[in-house]
């Protein structure tokens, strides 16, 4: 039996991209199935892998396999984010594999903007520095500046099987913030927001979410960005931190404002007649018009909890979703078109475009791609 050959590699590249992504050698050893031993004598000696387990390494490590042959690392520059996770879970601060999952969110992230920010160099377009700017005191006059600033008078929202939200989300994007869906159980987190000068991030994580609750949680990461605000949030609707309920007050207001609310509002209605009524005229979904309602105190907490959980129950399903529509969620519209731009202008090949959008050898895919973002 021969012996496998060995690959040589940059023992500081591999301990600064582990560092990177909070992982401890044993926790690392767990998910590629490397043993401990193994990765330890490696950042120290340069010839311990094979190829087949320094690209497990990088696929973890969320970096090209390349970077780990190399002494100079590149470091990504994350804005410093705030927890706000519920208490409520007991989720803790030293929870390795919770840090680990943070990064892992947070870093695709970086990776996906830095991708972009490159395409909008390649295409010699400019992007304007993020001109939301907030007061953190005033929750109507907040969402007044929202509005302004998504121009919303002269938007023209479609429910699009969403409940409306595809239409907003690409009214966010089209105003240069990156929108990202992710599915992520492990992260007890419903939204973040990263914060940049330019091309600020919001990233939804959609796991227990239905896109029309997406919704509410799309404009609450946009209020944290307006406030230059890079947060970790937990489950909306549960939190007390002041931060978070300021959020809600303002994602409410703009996406129901309380004129509205009170003048199509009737006590003679039930839950379900009232929203009905009123999201037709705001164009908001449906569990973002109930969480309005009971921020306004016309429903109960217990009221909006049943609410939610029955709409839940009606939109159960989608199993099997094939990964070209993941991929079209992940990104949106705004994204995939300057993907596709610069690969008509020639500045991105095909396969260079297929690699970005972690979709390698799937042209089909690509087509899909192209039609769905111009559609």
Same mark, same amino acid.
């Given at each position: 039996?021969?012996?496998?050959?060995?690959v040589?590699?940059?023992?500081?590249?591999?301990?600064?991209?582990?560092?990177?992504?909070?992982?401890?050698?044993?926790?690392?050893?767990?998910?590629?199935?490397?043993?401990?031993?193994?990765?330890?004598?490696?950042?120290?000696?340069?010839?311990?892998?094979?190829i087949?387990? %320094?690209?497990?390494?990088?696929?973890?490590?969320l970096?090209?396999?390349?970077? &780990?042959?190399?002494d100079?690392?590149?470091?990504?520059?994350l804005?410093?984010?705030?927890?706000?996770?519920?208490k409520?879970e007991?989720?803790?601060?030293?929870?390795?594999?919770?840090?680990?999952q943070?990064?892992?969110?947070?870093?695709?992230? +970086?990776i996906?903007?830095?991708?972009?920010?490159?395409?909008?160099?390649? %295409?010699d377009?400019?992007?304007?520095?993020?001109?939301?700017?907030?007061?953190?005191?005033?929750?109507?006059?907040?969402?007044? &500046?929202?509005?302004?600033?998504?121009?919303?008078?002269?938007?023209?929202?479609?429910?699009?099987?969403s409940? +409306?939200?595809?239409?907003?989300?690409?009214?966010?994007?089209? *105003?240069?913030?990156i929108?990202?869906?992710?599915?992520?159980?492990?992260?007890?987190?419903?939204?973040?927001?990263?914060?940049?000068?330019?091309?600020?991030?919001i990233?939804?994580?959609?796991?227990g979410?239905?896109?029309?609750?997406?919704?509410f949680?799309?404009?609450?990461?946009?209020?944290?960005?307006?406030?230059?605000?890079?947060?970790?949030?937990?489950?909306?609707?549960? #939190?007390?931190?002041?931060?978070?309920?300021?959020?809600?007050?303002?994602?409410?207001?703009?996406?129901?404002?309380?004129?509205i609310?009170?003048?199509?509002?009737? #006590?003679?209605?039930? &839950?379900?007649? *009232?929203? %009905?009524?009123?999201?037709?005229?705001?164009?908001? #979904?449906?569990?973002?018009?109930?969480?309005? %309602?009971?921020?306004?105190?016309?429903?109960?907490?217990?009221?909006?909890?049943?609410?939610?959980?029955?709409?839940?129950?009606? *939109?159960?399903?989608?199993?099997?979703?094939?990964?070209?529509?993941?991929?079209?969620?992940?990104?949106?519209?705004? +994204?995939?078109?300057?993907?596709?731009?610069?690969?008509?202008?020639?500045?991105?090949?095909?396969? #260079?475009?297929?690699? &970005?959008?972690?979709?390698p *050898?799937?042209?089909?895919?690509?087509?899909?791609?192209?039609?769905?973002?111009?559609?």
């Amino acid at each position: 039996m021969t012996n496998r050959q060995l690959v040589r590699h940059s023992p500081i590249a591999l301990s600064h991209y582990r560092q990177q992504m909070s992982l401890s050698v044993d926790l690392l050893a767990k998910k590629t199935s490397i043993p401990s031993k193994k990765i330890e004598s490696a950042e120290v000696e340069n010839n311990v892998f094979t190829i087949k387990q %320094l690209n497990k390494l990088a696929d973890i490590l969320l970096v090209p396999v390349s970077y &780990l042959t190399f002494d100079s690392v590149i470091s990504r520059e994350l804005p410093k984010v705030i927890d706000f996770r519920n208490k409520y879970e007991d989720i803790s601060g030293e929870d390795e594999e919770q840090s680990y999952q943070f990064q892992k969110v947070a870093q695709e992230a +970086y990776i996906d903007r830095d991708n972009l920010l490159s395409i909008y160099e390649s %295409l010699d377009e400019n992007i304007s520095n993020f001109g939301l700017n907030l007061l953190g005191s005033n929750a109507q006059h907040d969402a007044q &500046l929202i509005i302004d600033f998504l121009n919303l008078e002269e938007e023209n929202l479609l429910e699009s099987g969403s409940d +409306y939200y595809k239409s907003w989300r690409t009214i966010v994007e089209k *105003n240069d913030v990156i929108v990202l869906e992710k599915l992520n159980p492990s992260l007890s987190s419903e939204g973040m927001s990263l914060y940049y000068d330019k091309l600020p991030i919001i990233v939804i994580l959609t796991t227990g979410q239905s896109p029309a609750r997406r919704l509410f949680t799309l404009i609450h990461e946009l209020v944290h960005l307006g406030l230059k605000q890079s947060a970790l949030d937990g489950n909306l609707i549960y #939190s007390n931190y002041t931060e978070e309920v300021y959020c809600n007050e303002v994602a409410g207001y703009v996406l129901v404002p309380s004129s509205i609310v009170y003048k199509y509002y009737s #006590s003679n209605l039930s &839950l379900s007649e *009232n929203i %009905l009524a009123i999201r037709k005229v705001t164009k908001a #979904s449906r569990p973002a018009v109930a969480i309005q %309602l009971k921020q306004l105190g016309l429903v109960k907490q217990i009221e909006l909890e049943d609410y939610l959980k029955s709409l839940q129950v009606e *939109n159960s399903g989608g199993f099997g979703v094939k990964k070209r529509h993941t991929t079209y969620n992940h990104f949106g519209k705004v +994204y995939l078109q300057q993907v596709f731009s610069a690969i008509w202008k020639e500045e991105l090949t095909i396969n #260079s475009a297929m690699d &970005l959008l972690r979709i390698p *050898n799937r042209i089909e895919d690509l087509k899909y791609l192209e039609d769905k973002a111009f559609s």
